[in-house]
């Protein structure tokens, strides 16, 4: 693997994964081509450099010509699970009753490769409001109030704000990278979030 590549690897992260690696959202799902990376070595490389601050990365799936990786806060993820409302609602889609991330993990995976239809629990695991999440499937992804990192179909202040929020973690991270900084200092210091 060559400086490029590892470079374009860490700004891939950045641009679609930055809220969930500066500590404010539990997970981003990341689609990418598989002839751009060495998945395997970037994950490795990830897990190494990240390791004890509770983060973590999972392939979700793969086909032919990409793949969908899964970064995701381990303590946030956590305690999304731990909802009752989430483990009902989890259950009542095929996931056993248990709060065991690497079980729900691998039962996402496997719905992911077998369902003929996304999964739409997935917002469950993206941290998307549970309301919105529910209002998709009832409404079959239409009749939405407004479209940003999730269709919206409750509270679309909350939704501004956290859009915004989403924005400025991005473009700090990538900010960061611009200015020649590495991804694993940037995440060291996700207060300095506020400061562009």
Known sequence: ???????????????HSAPALLGVKSANLISLKNSEFDLDSHIKIFRARVKG???????????????????????????????????????SCGYNDNENIDTHLETLSSRISCSPEFPHEIGIFLDYPFED?????????????????????SDTEYANRTFTYYDKCREFLCYKLNCGC??????????????I
């Open 1 to 15: 693997m060559g400086k490029k590549e590892y470079m374009d690897f860490q700004k891939k992260l950045a641009f």
């Open 182 to 195: 590495d991804i694993y200092q940037a995440i060291k210091n996700p207060q300095e979030v506020f400061s």
């Open 133 to 153: 999440i529910i209002g998709f499937i009832r409404n079959k992804g239409r009749n939405f109030k407004m479209c940003g990192y999730w269709k919206v179909y």
């Open 53 to 91: 601050t509770g983060l973590n990365i999972k392939l979700l799936c793969s086909c032919e010509n990409s793949s969908l990786i899964l970064l995701y806060n381990e303590k946030l993820l956590s305690e999304s699970l731990k909802r009752p409302y989430v483990k009902k609602f989890l259950v």
